[in-house]
């Protein structure tokens, strides 16, 4: 199956600081990506559909100046957490789709746990 | 896609037994079906699919079923081991758009 890559997987930061987050398709050209935030013990919560060469789309509540999203190529999208605060601890997760053959699938990156101190 | 931010039912199987999750979807357009498996620290991995013009698809110990008068989903998997210990989602789709996942069902196996 396709492969999506996430870097860093885990990173602790200050509180003030920004975080960038980067997700990978590493074998398939991804139009689309997206960024999901999960709580423990929870299901994944949508935060914005990247698409490539565009602005991303945010869901309702999810603010953009604080999640900033860039999807500069087929293979790349990043999240930066601005000005992160211990509430924005939490496992960030992307997707990206792959659109070819018969199917329109989604591959999951392997998450990154972001730790605001 | 959207989600449900809900805590996750959980299912209780003894090692060597068949579980069975079930999805309830919503969309009776959706076309396409897939299951997630997400194992604790990991991000969801894809285990199987299905399509809306077929009822059955098995894989490698995992069947899925789809029941497109009720809109209900399953996922069978056959001899369960300890490896399958996992929240398992589904997710519908139609069209290619808008990817709709289920809340999760937390699978533990007993030993």
């Known amino acids: 199956g396709a492969v999506v890559s996430q870097h860093p997987s885990r990173v602790i930061c200050k509180s003030g600081t920004s975080v960038k987050i980067e997700c990978r398709s590493l074998?398939?050209?991804?139009?689309?990506m997206f960024w999901y935030r999960q709580f423990p013990k929870q299901s994944l919560m949508l935060m914005a559909t990247?698409?490539?060469?565009?602005?991303?789309?945010?869901e309702q509540g999810v603010e953009k100046d604080k999640f900033l999203i860039n999807h500069a190529s087929l293979t790349l999208s990043t999240l930066t957490v601005t000005s992160a605060h211990p509430e924005d601890s939490s496992f960030y997760i992307c997707?990206?789709?792959?659109?070819?053959?018969?199917?329109?699938?989604?591959?999951f990156g392997p998450g990154t746990r972001l730790t605001v101190l | 896609g959207e989600s449900v931010g809900l805590h996750l039912p959980t299912l209780s199987v003894q090692e060597g037994d068949n579980s069975i999750i079930n999805c309830a979807y919503s969309?009776?357009?959706?076309?396409?079906f897939i299951w997630y498996k997400q194992e604790s620290g990991k991000g969801p991995q894809f285990i199987i699919d299905?399509?809306?013009?077929?009822d059955k698809r098995q894989g490698q110990r995992v069947t899925v079923l789809l029941n497109k008068t009720v809109k209900h989903l399953s996922l069978q998997i056959a001899a369960t081991q300890p490896g399958d210990s996992a929240v398992y989602f589904c997710?519908?789709?139609?069209?290619?758009?808008?990817?709709?996942f289920g809340p999760g069902t937390r699978l533990s196996v007993l030993p």
């Open positions: 997710a519908e789709t139609s069209n290619g758009q808008n990817f709709v």
């Open positions: 299905i399509r809306s013009n077929m």
């Open positions: 990247s698409n490539e060469g565009s602005k991303a789309t945010y």
């Open positions: 969309n009776s357009a959706s076309d396409y």
């Open positions: 997707s990206a789709r792959d659109r070819q053959g018969a199917t329109d699938t989604q591959y």
């Open positions: 074998d398939f050209q991804a139009t689309t």
